[in-house]
């Protein structure tokens, strides 16, 4: 069962980004406005992140670093219509895996918080702890006990960089919370609560902000909204390419596709814009049960979502409102 895990983490637990991607998205399942990420070594020593969530019950934190089906889906419906981004019920416990973790969390009105502790597959039992609010999930020492894994981590550098940008992406898709971000004791980011443009300002910068326009276009049941370069932005930004559906993020080659042919339709050059664009669209149109840890969709109309995310971007590239 742990040779399992392992292999189930080395999927899910590619590198230290992809097992902060989890922590986090379970921060924000569990309805955090506040989260803060503490990295030592590229994440690599440790990853950590606090949030103000509803916390974990004393009798679920040895389930939740043990591979089960998520309490997260009750039926199948809940499972096409799945609104929360993680749904497997086993990231956590894939993660444990292969580090030591350590989960506080103190659950709703309890009147304190309980501790909880791995190193590999040997869970320790649960404890007494103090936290004023949410959890704080610990993962210290990734691939201790892989060393084929731990062989295949870039340098510290480059860990880090691929941290940041989970982070990023992460922070893009929700203004509405609250994000800390700090490496090796250095703060490096500092997140409040705000409107899209402004978040999107604050984390892409004030060039970004300055040469880019806001959109928001319906038709159909689909919406696209979200900030894009003005036709006249000059720099090369194929690194400033932020694209989610329904709240996640992809990598989508008909939506790329869409968005290319609207800005060359205009500019009649081959750049790569910078935007940041979310579309949204009924659950039922869209399959994001092709690999959590991908950044894959499918859809159910692809020509009809091109369409739409050509001509919505397309129109308001004609027509910049500012
Ligand atoms: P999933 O998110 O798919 O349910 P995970 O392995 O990612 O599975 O997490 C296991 C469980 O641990 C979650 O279902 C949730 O109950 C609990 N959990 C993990 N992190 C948190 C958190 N930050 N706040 C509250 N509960 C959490
Ligand atoms: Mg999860």
């Keep these: 069962d742990q040779l399992i895990s392992q292999i189930a983490a080395g999927e899910v637990v590619e590198r230290p980004a992809s097992a902060l991607k989890e922590l986090l998205e379970n921060s924000l399942d569990a309805g955090s406005t506040d989260i803060t990420v503490t990295l030592l ?4 020593k440790q990853l950590r992140v606090a949030d103000n969530g509803t916390g974990v019950a004393k009798d679920d934190l040895a389930l939740a670093l043990t591979r089960h089906a998520t309490s997260k889906i009750a039926t199948l419906d809940d499972l096409e219509a799945v609104a929360s981004l993680g749904f497997r019920g086993e990231a956590l416990a894939s993660i444990a895996s292969v580090s030591r973790t350590q989960i506080i969390s103190r659950y709703q009105d309890d009147h304190h918080a309980w501790r909880i502790e791995s190193e590999g597959s040997a869970i320790s039992a649960i404890e007494p702890a103090a936290l004023g609010i949410g959890t704080i999930v610990e993962v210290h020492d990734l691939y201790f ?8 981590l ?9 941290c940041e940008e989970a982070f990023r992406r992460v922070a ?36 970004f902000s300055a040469e880019s326009f806001a959109l ?10 979200g ?50 664009l979310f579309l949204e669209l009924d659950t039922s149109l869209v399959d994001v049960n092709v690999h959590p840890s991908k950044t894959e969709v499918r859809f159910r109309d692809g020509q009809a979502v091109h369409r739409f995310v050509f001509h919505a971007l397309h129109k308001a590239l004609a027509t910049p409102t500012g």
């Design 41 to 44: 070594n590229g994440g690599v």
């Design 227 to 276: 900030m894009a370069a003005k036709p006249t932005f000059s720099r090369n930004a194929r690194d400033t390419q932020y694209v989610y559906v329904n709240g996640r993020f992809v990598r989508d080659k008909l939506i790329s596709h869409a968005i290319r042919q609207a800005y060359q339709d205009v500019l009649h050059h081959d750049r790569h814009p910078a935007f940041v």
């Design 172 to 207: 893009l898709s929700r203004p509405d919370v609250a994000f800390m971000l700090q490496h090796n004791g250095r703060a490096l980011a500092r997140l409040n609560i705000a409107d899209p443009q402004k978040r999107f300002g604050e984390i892409l910068g004030a060039e």
């Design 154 to 162: 870039k340098t510290e550098g480059t860990e880090f960089g691929h």
């Design 216 to 225: 928001d276009e319906s038709a159909a049941g689909l919406r696209l909204w």
């Design 145 to 152: 006990n892989t060393p084929a894994r731990r062989k295949f």
